[in-house]
């Protein structure tokens, strides 16, 4: 079953002379597994469609499908649940509540859903550890590296049973290393079983994903095909 | 990771997270309020102010009279007794008989040869159930043989007594064994004796405890504490909470700035919390449980610092109001409602804001930015609506015999929050003038049309406080511009009235009395002679070091207006050769056919003036020894107190009349103002001779009102303002990088700060006069009985130059001298 | 790449044999230009005409020939070493001539020409990336290669992305100046 599918979503802002369409028409459809990227330069609707996949903003048309629950017509409080339990997010330079730790954090969504606080830092701390942040649980956000901010936000955006993974840039301010560490951790995740998207105009970010789509003034102009092993790729190679 | 997963179990949970919720939200605002909470200083310091401010006040206040049951000890009721007396033994039995205990204090006078001071010798049980609080040992020890004495500290020095000492006293010789004093009256100065020690008590006093009895039932003197201090409902508890509750409002207005601004500082967190999952009302609660946090922090502060302010002021307010107080003697209730108020009011400031926050797109909170200020009010109507139905109300009000209180309340409520309302206009009206402005001044109160969410409640706060210091002045120079109902202090105070008849003064005697005056005047005393009396005074004046002293006649005829509204009041004196002299009048000073001497300004000018002859019978116009349309002529050199002859009557027209004068009493010009301890010993002297005295008592001055009220309105203002603008420029920091990019230096800042300031200032006192003035017209216009509109001519002009033109100049230049370096805040704006 | 100053380099350690050449190149880039034998034997045979490099015998068998570098060998590795990798000249890239000849051909969208070009690139990288994927296996030398080539592919993405931009910016015509802001006006005026 697919984690996140979106039919023919549309968004408009304005209205008037002055309407702006953000997306159109967008098809897609991640299933567990699947790491996805979104590629297309600014102003090209990206992260408005992650905002709208991830009911954090209503489009004007189409139908959004998360977790098998369609979001039209879900009241505010049934979608903040749906993020809870299942959507994370991962934006790209400000993730963490300052005068949190990291582990509280990360335990932040839990604990919003009704899990003991006791409970919800034991999840967490198992979280972090997995991401080798162990080290750097009780530390608050402005103690933290850029990269180690980064992948705090992704041991919060998997947490619990959480399993569609949202992320916008996010390694948009970091070196090509940190960059590298967190596109990692999120392609880990989505081995695991987690479905993602990440939407970027990098296209070293993008390659790490198993399909990159194509957006162009909110539409969806292409996709990649499943790219071949890289044996493949180290066979036809000879002298350039 | 998959572990976990199992782990959670969707089993206690609910749609909204349940309590686990709530406490990681209130955890997070409260590890930031302790991150952050300098940018809520303001706001902090406020609500601690307004507290301490209110616990200090309230403990004077309700400390400050002597207690409702002062000379009773724990008794309910006191009889007092005259002796010898044949029938004291037989009711005291009485007195027994009907309700069990009674206790004794019998007293005799002591008489300090030489000297017009007299003090007590006491027989009292400093063991006794009812007049134990009467009584505290301050060291040696009680006496406890006939033969001992205790003296207090007055009469210890006096008659220059050390413990040890042997004392001839009440017919015997007594060793002094401790020192002693009055909790309840540190100006009773005795010496203490065991009960039935005095061989001649002139007096005694009972008490005792008749409960659901009516004192007058039992005797005709006896009184009960009940009747001391009659309920009412404005005492200084109320008072108080009446100031902190109009305190906390105008803080409420500046909370409800200050926590917009905290919530667009935190708006990335909130955009964050709500991706995360949060709900609206956990979104609300980020900001409310920080209002409360305030509150509770502002609370407890204040009631720590108002404990420690008024643990060091007790001992300087026991000597001035001369009784003991308790550490804990505080208004539990005040202390208990402003701190609840303290909470009430920051929790309410946060609604609003909290409301605006979950309003606001969650996509444009994440980026952080700014949504467009809010427009908001943009209709007047609600507050024209407003304005009308206070100006209704207030006239209704004005109109009323007797005030219509709640009409009054309710009027004031609707004009300040017209205020409100309305406040917001002015500001995109300012807007529209500084449009040519040079751009700093221009950007500056472009800034407060366009943030009017903040500059808005900001504006109406520095409206209200200028409100009222106007409606004060306004009030109180139409009151003490009344020169027919004559307000101001009674007398200066270097000058003391001694009356011939203890009744002369009412109420002033009465309030101030110590136990044994209360039995002096529960005897019906002959008035000796006049020749002795006035002797006697002389011997007060003496000892207080003064031979200045005046005798005042008065005459049997009274001055009236023969209008409605306010009439004449005051004592009408003879203008005798002796008082024109004391004062340096000369009899060319005014012309001979003068009636009536006045310093009231304006006195003179009133039409429709009758010299009435007073006593029994209807006041039908001028009879018999009346006279209509008397001289009057104004003689500023006059004193200016209530009670002192401020306008007399001249021999003239006492001829005329066919007038005897009597002798009323006598004016004591001291050399230097009275000490407490003066005033008490001239006070004790007076009556063992049924006389009276008259002291200045604490009623301020017009001019002292006026400037008060005009003070506490620009602090309040300044206050405001200092609070306010600053939020305000935080807000537009991003503008004044640009500007500062763009090459704009610290005249630029200096500019804007000042013009934010300036204007406010402006706006707020302009706003604040015009309603002020507006519910004054409405209320004089309808009440005749104040004299009307016209009562509004006397302007305090002072007061509204200061206002008006000196505070806004302030507060501009205050804004330019603190905006010259740049603030850190702008430096590195906070973003995580 | 130049295999030619690879080889030296690789002789400048040390005398080798062409089948250890061959192996030792291999290792130090990584295994991502594979290199055949025939192709190690033609460029030293060239090295040798040149005098860079001599043989320690003239055995009949290649592959029984050591090879040590000259003393004008080093000194032409040296001046490799010193000399900046040409750049200076702009290359004649296929795909900037195709783009740019693109533009002038009625019925083709040059948009979708870019998006091919673009896919195919970004198809490419994937398939670089995946190589870097388990980290626990990669080691430096092929991690610095494929790094190598996805930096490479990237700037002829973002050249297209660039392109793309441009002529859409272009096409719309001079840019309208942006309207005045009331404020500016009233100043205008008041002047």
Redesign the interface.
Known sequence: MALLEMHRVTKVYGEGASQVLAVRDIDLSVAAGDLLAV?G?SGSGKS?LL?IA?S??DPTSGEVVIDGQLLSGMS???K??????S?G?V?QD???????TAL?NV???????????R??RE?AA??LE?LGLDERVAHF??ELSGGERQRVAIA?A????RHLLLADEPSGALDSASG?AVM?MV?AACR?GLGAVVVT????L????DR?V?I?DGRL?????I????E???QQ???? | MTLALERVAPVHRSDTGGAPARRAIVRWTWRLFKREWPQQLLVLCLVTVAVAATIVGAAVATNTPLPANEGFGTAQDIATFSLPSRSFPSELATLRHRFGRAEVIEQAPLVLPGSVQTFQLRAESPHGTFSQPLLSLLSGAYPRRQDEVAVTAGVASAFRLRIGDRWRVGGQTRRVVGTVANPENLLDEFALVLPGAIAEPTHATVLFDAPRVSAASIGPTVRSVTHQAPPNVVNPESISLAGVTLGMLLIALVAVGGFAVLAQRRLRSIGMLESLGATDRHLRLTLRANGVIVGVAGAVLGVLSGFAAWSAYRPSLEQSSHHVIGELQLPVAVVVVSMGLAVLTTFLASGHPARQMTRRSVVAALSGRPAPPPRVHRTVVPGVVLLVGAFLLLTVSGGMIGGGMPELVLGLAALIAAMILLGPFFLSGVAELGRRAPVAVRLALRDLDRYRARSGPALAAVALGVLIAVVICVAASARYGNVLDYTGPNLASDQMIVYASSHASGAVMVKRGGPEQRGNSAKTAKAPPLAVVRKSVLGIAAALGTRDVVELLQVPVTLQRAAPGRNFTGPLYVATPSLLRAFGIKASQFSPSADILSMRPGLAGISGMHLLPSGPGPLHGPGPGGLAHPVIETVSALPSGTSAPNTVITEHAVHELQLSPTVSGWLVQAPATLSASQVASARQAAAALGLSIETKDDAPSGGQVISYATLFGIALALAVLAMTVGLLRSETAGDLRTLAATGAGSRTRRALTATTAGALALLGALLGTIGGYAGAVAWFSASTLNGGVSALANVPLRSLLFILVAMPLFAAAVGWLVAGRQPPVIAHQPME | MSVRHALLALLSEGPKYGLQLRQEFEERTGDVWPLNVGQVYTTLGRLERDGLVEADDAHEDERQRGYRITAEGEKELAAWFGTPSEAGSPPRDELVIKVLVAMGVPGVEVGDVIQIHRRHLVELMQQWTRIKEDEGRLDLALALAVDAELFRLESVVRWLDAAEGRMKRSSLGPAPAATPRPRLRLRARSR
Not at chain 1, 201 to 204: K, L, P, S, V
């Open positions: 590629m330069p408005t905002t991830g954090l903003e505010r409080n049934d903040a649940r749906l993020r809870r339990r959507v997010y934006f400000f993730n963490l509540l300052p005068g949190l509280e335990s932040l969504p839990l604990e919003l859903d009704g899990v003991r606080a409970r919800a999840l198992a979280a997995e956000p402005d919060r998997t947490v619990g049973e590298e990692r392609l695991r105009h990098n296209a070293q993008a390659s790490w994903a990159v194509f162009r102009v292409d996709q990649t095909a790219p071949p092993s890289p493949s790729l180290l190679g000879s002298e350039p």
